[in-house]
């Protein structure tokens, strides 16, 4: 490349500020490595071999210094081409390494077998020297050094340094602190991992349900402010106790009260509450109204049909069942295919005698029988609204629909008692006789290949 620097090329504004640019990119090229990716590599080496390459129309050539050249030419282009043919081979052969093989397969070792087999070790530490500021392998190392016995906090704090603001880390860096039994260290690591990231609030939870920590100590490593809201929410969805979950409900809502899933979980209470005969709304019935649709209007989220099923349940509750069934009826065409919107309005179609309860049914049926699976799942909760309704006949066919969709114990188990209910007890022992069947381990083949079990 010593010819750029020609009288000829510094002359030449054009080739000048293209050699310049050049000088600059591979300097910057230092401390960004843009070289790394290929097409800014091929457009220095074009560019470099335009200034290479022709001489202008005002530049003499001398013929013989060509053809003395040209030998030289032939070899290095000869040369060239050899190492293309042996590398082209061995690259596609070998590969390169890379993070996301090597995360892989030291991942599938870890999981393989606990402690970590010696392959696991020697195989991080080449990743570890390979790709120094990769956080993800020294977090592998402090689940592996956790589960063999060992000191793991090195390399959990390792991983922290490369990244501190990884939430994951933090979570590991709360298992590490608990084995070590500082416990409240433990519940400031995964406070601290909820602040980065609220949506680890369900993996945050589990952990504490592992510790067996009390709903008070999983309450207190709840963050402060809005990024507390989702586990506070998490935790209100898992317990039983209604008072617990309405006042944790209500923590929720004065850190975001935007949440819309809050609201919408109070709203399932306050109806669960507005069904009784006596409680807290049989005394303010109108103060119980007005809070339901407050909590309704709020938990109404776009592309959800969850505000109108409260909506219509809301009808029921006040005794508007025909109302709540039109309701629920021209509501459910705005979410097509919505499978829970179309139970809320077999349900009330139900409660109401409706002569449009088939239409109402037929519908569901048509959207939740798409896979088996589901279609399994669609009719065992309509066999559930009818049993419950005294229907065992309609019950039963939902029941046989599913079993014949989805032949497992729990569906057969149901055309069982269906069939009791009915009096029928051919059908109730042979369903019996195929829940035996479905409990009974599988034997592994005993014939030769091809045969049908």
Excluded at 175 to 181: E, N
Excluded at 317 to 329: C, M, P, S, V
Aim: charged share 20%; proline share 7%.
């Amino acid at each position: 490349l010593a010819p750029l620097l020609s009288r000829r090329t510094l002359e030449s504004p054009t080739r000048c500020c293209a050699l310049i640019g050049c000088a600059v990119l591979l300097l910057q090229n230092l401390a960004d490595l843009g070289l790394e990716l290929p097409a800014v590599a091929a457009m220095l080496c074009m560019v470099l071999g335009a200034l290479r390459g022709a001489p202008g129309q005002d530049e003499d050539v001398d013929p013989s210094a060509s053809e003395a050249a040209s030998p030289r030419r032939d070899g290095l282009l000869m040369a060239a081409c050899t190492l293309t043919v042996v590398c082209v081979p061995l690259a596609v052969g070998y590969g390169a390494e890379s993070t996301v093989r090597l995360r892989r397969e030291l991942y599938d070792l870890l999981a393989s077998t606990q402690p970590p087999p010696a392959g696991f070790w020697f195989k991080l530490e080449g990743a570890v020297r390979a790709y120094p500021a990769e956080p993800y392998f020294p977090l592998l190392g402090s689940y592996g050094a956790l589960a063999a016995g060992k000191n793991a906090l090195p390399w959990v704090a390792r991983a922290l340094e490369r990244h501190p603001q990884h939430a994951p880390s933090h979570l590991q860096l709360a298992r590490v602190l608990r084995a070590q039994g500082a416990g409240s260290q433990a519940l400031g690591a995964i406070r601290r991992s909820l602040e980065l990231d609220p949506t680890s609030a369900p993996a945050a939870f589990e952990l504490g349900r592992q510790w067996g920590l009390s709903p008070a100590a999983l309450e207190a490593a709840a963050p402060l402010g809005r990024a507390g809201a989702p586990f506070l929410l998490l935790l209100a969805e898992r317990t039983n106790d209604i008072t617990v979950r309405e006042r944790l409900l209500e923590e929720t809502l004065a850190r975001d009260p935007d949440a819309a899933d809050a609201h919408h979980r109070l709203a399932l209470d306050l109806l669960h509450e507005a069904a009784r005969p006596t409680g807290p709304c049989a005394a303010d019935r109108d103060r119980c109204w007005a809070r339901l649709n407050e909590h309704i209007r709020k938990a109404a989220v776009a592309g959800n049909s969850r505000a109108v099923v409260l909506e219509g349940r809301l009808l029921a509750a006040r005794g508007e069942n025909e109302r709540a069934e039109k309701y629920l009826e021209d509501g459910c065409q705005e979410f097509p295919g919505d499978l829970k919107c179309l139970r809320a309005w077999v349900s009330i179609a139900l409660s109401n005698q409706s002569p449009r309860l088939q239409e109402a049914v037929n519908a569901l049926v048509a959207s939740g029988c798409r896979t088996a699976d589901v279609c399994a799942q669609t009719h065992m909760s309509l066999g559930a609204l009818f049993s419950n309704a005294g229907r065992w006949h309609n019950a039963l066919s939902h029941f046989q629909h599913a079993a014949r969709e989805a032949p497992t114990t729990e569906t057969w188990q149901a055309v069982a008692r269906a069939a009791e209910h009915l009096g029928d007890e051919p059908l109730a022992r042979d369903a019996r006789r195929r829940v035996g069947l479905f409990a009974q381990p599988s034997a592994p083949p005993s014939g030769g290949a091809g045969v049908n079990h």
